[in-house]
């Protein structure tokens, strides 16, 4: 299987980078991850982490989607970080210095205190492809992917993002063992990992921003400098889905959306903010391939 070590990263997405591993399509290979505590020694100006890769994909083409399944989440670090950093999240005017809290985990809890354990829920915070022209920190989101935070990006999930270049260049990283929706002060339980992945290049759904399928929902992202940007993304491109697998007319699709869309706010701490519209499968009208 081939794998690419997490010193094989880059801190934009970009269609200057070159591949540091190329991949048939639905082969499968891994990623190694880094997290805040590999950069620990010039925190806080090392919290935009890195994204390990590029991976060229064969037969990815502008304008066709690239399919990523989320095959296993192998967390390898046994303790994490959490920061806090001033001007940062929704409690940015209350700190005033960053800090960093080291926790650790095993199995099945991270343990954020000796008398606080919380369940383990390991998520992929980074995932994207190269832009068609100006290239993008690792730090933020867009219709390529990138920072979107999805607390569904996990185990048995699959990510549709957006063609913009040949071979795609996907990059991944930034894992958590754990992050509640909105990410709301800046940072998850950060930690190291290694990302078993397979894509596949399809045509079958042609998309502008990227998608989450996982077991139970369908999922429509969108990002934005307001949530009010980002949610009109994301129930446009739900509506339009809706339009296309269900053979509804505008009008009646978002009346199913309003009775069974829910709208989860991914993250509110990036560049800009997420928003996803999750509805559930067997609503749709046909399978997404």
Known sequence: MKFLAKERHVHHYSPDNPPALTVAPREIFQLETPSILTFIETFPDSVVLPVTGPVEVQGAEPGLTLKVDILKIK????????TAIPGKGAFADRISKPSYKVVTYDDTHV???????????????????????????????????????????????SVY???????????????????????????????????????????????????????????????????????????????????????????????????AVDLKINQIVNPRVGVRAALPKELLGRAIS
């Open 111 to 157: 343990y954020f205190s000796d008398s606080l354990q919380i369940p383990l829920r390991p998520m992929v915070g980074k995932i994207g492809v190269a832009p068609a022209e100006a290239s993008i920190s690792s730090g933020t989101s867009g219709p390529h992917g990138g920072n979107m935070d999805i607390t569904d990006i996990a185990e048995g999930a």
């Open 75 to 82: 967390l390898t670090a046994g303790e994490a970080a959490i």
């Open 161 to 259: 993002l957006p063609i913009f270049v040949k071979g795609a260049m996907l990059a991944a990283g930034d894992v958590h063992a754990l992050m509640a929706d909105g990410e709301s002060h800046l940072s998850a339980v950060e930690t190291e990992s290694i990302l078993t992945l397979r894509c596949e290049v399809t045509d079958s759904i042609r998309l502008t921003h990227p998608m989450v399928v996982t077991q139970s929902h369908v999922m429509t992202v969108g990002e934005g400098r307001t949530l009010e940007e980002a949610y009109h993304i994301a129930l446009d491109d739900m509506a339009g889905l809706i339009m296309e697998f269900n053979g509804l007319g505008f009008l009646d699709a978002i009346m199913l959306i309003s009775n």
